[in-house]
């Protein structure tokens, strides 16, 4: 079957301008993940879903960060007046529920550059 | 505090030596961990998971709370094994997955 699927593969943008990076899940997954990851470190938490509604936001690093899921599948990452430490790969994993039991399958991320 | 911590940024090792990826954590209570691996031009991807107890390509990987560690380990390294490894924990909340820097292996001939 078809895997967790993320859009664009590549984004590069201005500083200050605004993006938003579009993730696909595995049909039927509830858990929706974003991760982070800038160059030589490992996926950094940004926020996770259950169903549409966040459950934990914690790891968006500002206001200027937000996400949504309205229908419980397709997640829209938004970045507003993009900087230039924003520039990582975003990776999006879905699970078929949260916690240690259920694996969290990755999409193949989204690398956006803020020139 | 949570955390996870990868000493090595690269291991290269000859096909059919032994491999150990290191890991060692930082977490109260009883932790769930994780190897996740990326091969190159693929995505992340689970390898094993502590509570699975389980040897998945020949990889195994055991909690020792004691040295708060959780080594990856192969006893005859294979060229197609060359890849990323991360080292991952479960938060406390249960929300999301802690990872580590990554270690590249790297297996010639």
């Known amino acids: 079957g078809a895997g967790v699927s993320q859009t664009p593969s590549n984004k590069v943008t201005e500083k200050g301008k605004y993006v938003e990076l579009r993730c696909d899940p595995i049909?039927?997954?509830?858990?929706l993940y974003w991760y982070r990851q800038s160059l030589g470190q490992g996926p950094e938490f940004l926020i996770y879903?259950?169903?549409?509604?966040?459950?934990?936001d914690s790891g968006l690093p500002n206001d200027r960060f937000f996400a949504v899921r309205p229908e419980g599948s397709v997640s829209t990452l938004k970045i507003q007046r993009t900087e230039r430490g924003d520039s990582a790969v975003y990776l999006c994993?879905?699970?078929?529920?949260?916690?240690?039991?259920?694996?969290?399958?990755f999409g193949p991320g989204t690398r956006l550059t803020v020139l | 505090a949570q955390r996870v911590t990868q000493p090595e940024k690269l291991l290269s090792v000859f096909k059919g030596a032994p491999v150990e990826l290191k890991c060692n954590y930082s977490?109260?209570?009883?932790?769930?961990l994780f190897w996740y691996v990326q091969y190159s031009r693929q995505r992340l991807q689970l390898l094993l998971r502590?509570?699975s107890r389980e040897s998945i390509k020949g990889f195994t990987a055991d909690l020792n709370k004691g040295e708060t560690s959780f080594h990856l380990k192969k006893p005859f390294a294979q060229e197609e094994d060359s890849a990323m490894y991360y080292c991952?924990?479960?938060?406390?909340?249960?929300?999301?997955?802690?990872f580590g820097k990554g270690t590249t292996l790297s297996v010639s001939s």
């Open positions: 994993a879905s699970s078929t529920q949260r916690g240690p039991y259920n694996e969290q399958f």
């Open positions: 049909s039927g997954h509830t858990a």
């Open positions: 879903f259950q169903g549409t509604g966040a459950a934990d």
């Open positions: 977490y109260s209570g009883s932790p769930e």
């Open positions: 502590h509570i």
């Open positions: 991952a924990l479960h938060n406390q909340a249960g929300t999301a997955l802690i």
